[in-house]
């Protein structure tokens, strides 16, 4: 079983946690609103009943995080960067980023975020910013030498 799915925009990380004068945690409303489009994104590729992954699957899930060139940038600059000779090294930090995502899919792609064991978050440069995510059943394989494997 595969989801795949693209949030249209720039990939944003997930803010920390706020806190009112009572001492009550509440998340900002810039996370909150990322959160949104991303199951919103979500929603709109699947129909109803073809996903959730059942509860006792373990997942992997990959994002690729594509940042948009400056349009500062020379000729040369922007080649490199659309090649992947150049790398983002810049805010959102990757592991915000697979925080914000897999948070806002728990109890809509799978029951919770602790189904995924395997996960990775890459950060390119692209023509349009956006995120695409796929997730995808882990299957264990056979190794060589007769062990399983993930």
Not at 80 to 105: H, S
Not at 113 to 128: L, M, T
Not at 136 to 141: A, F, I, N, S, Y
Request: charged share 30%; aromatic share 8%.
């Amino acid at each position: 079983m595969i989801a795949r799915f693209t949030v249209p925009g720039p990939p944003q990380g997930k803010g920390r946690p706020r806190f009112t004068r009572t001492g009550h945690a509440f998340t900002p409303a810039k996370t909150a609103e990322y959160e949104r489009q991303i199951r919103q994104a979500y929603q709109q590729g699947f129909k109803a009943g073809e996903w959730p992954a059942p509860a006792d699957v373990p997942l992997k899930i990959t994002i690729l995080a594509s940042f948009s060139i400056p349009a500062s940038d020379s000729k040369r600059k922007r080649m490199m960067k659309l090649q992947r000779k150049m790398w983002p090294t810049k805010k959102p930090d990757w592991d915000n980023i697979g925080k914000v995502i897999c948070d806002a899919l728990n109890g809509l792609a799978y029951r919770d975020d602790s189904q995924i064991v395997d996960g990775r978050v890459i950060k390119v440069y692209g023509e349009q910013p956006k995120v695409t995510v796929i997730i995808e059943e882990v299957e264990t394989q056979e190794g060589k030498n007769g062990k399983t494997l993930l």
